[in-house]
């Protein structure tokens, strides 16, 4: 897969992604980082379970990224505390 075809898988893994997990986009240039990096990691895990991860610009290759995508953006979210994942616990 070429470099122009990573940026485009992962800018469109990146805004799903962003959609899915917290509503709002990152911004472009981050949405397309954390896309590519989910991309890669989509792929990864894919693999350890035995089926095949991105293998270039389809509609697989696009679901290995988004929810790789996906775990990136838990784990960024985690680690820069941009916002909370689970709704807010009630408090007395």
Same mark, same amino acid.
């Given at each position: +897969? !070429?470099?122009?075809?990573?940026?485009?898988? !992962?800018? &469109?893994?990146?805004? /799903?992604?962003?959609?899915?997990?917290?509503?709002?986009?990152?911004?472009? =240039? +981050?949405?397309?980082?954390? #896309?590519? &990096?989910? @991309? =890669?990691?989509?792929?990864?895990?894919?693999?350890?379970? #035995?089926?095949?991860?991105?293998?270039?610009?389809?509609?697989?290759? %696009?679901?290995?990224?988004? &929810?790789? @995508? /996906?775990?990136?953006?838990? =784990?960024?979210? +985690?680690?820069?505390?941009? !916002?909370?994942?689970?709704?807010? @616990?009630? !408090? %007395?």
């Amino acid at each position: +897969m !070429g470099f122009v075809s990573w940026i485009i898988l !992962g800018l &469109i893994a990146g805004f /799903i992604g962003s959609k899915i997990v917290n509503r709002t986009g990152e911004g472009i =240039v +981050m949405d397309i980082v954390l #896309g590519v &990096i989910g @991309a =890669v990691v989509g792929g990864y895990l894919f693999s350890a379970f #035995g089926e095949r991860g991105v293998t270039g610009l389809n509609l697989w290759s %696009l679901i290995v990224a988004v &929810i790789g @995508a /996906i775990v990136v953006l838990v =784990v960024y979210r +985690m680690i820069v505390g941009g !916002g909370r994942l689970a709704p807010p @616990a009630s !408090g %007395l």
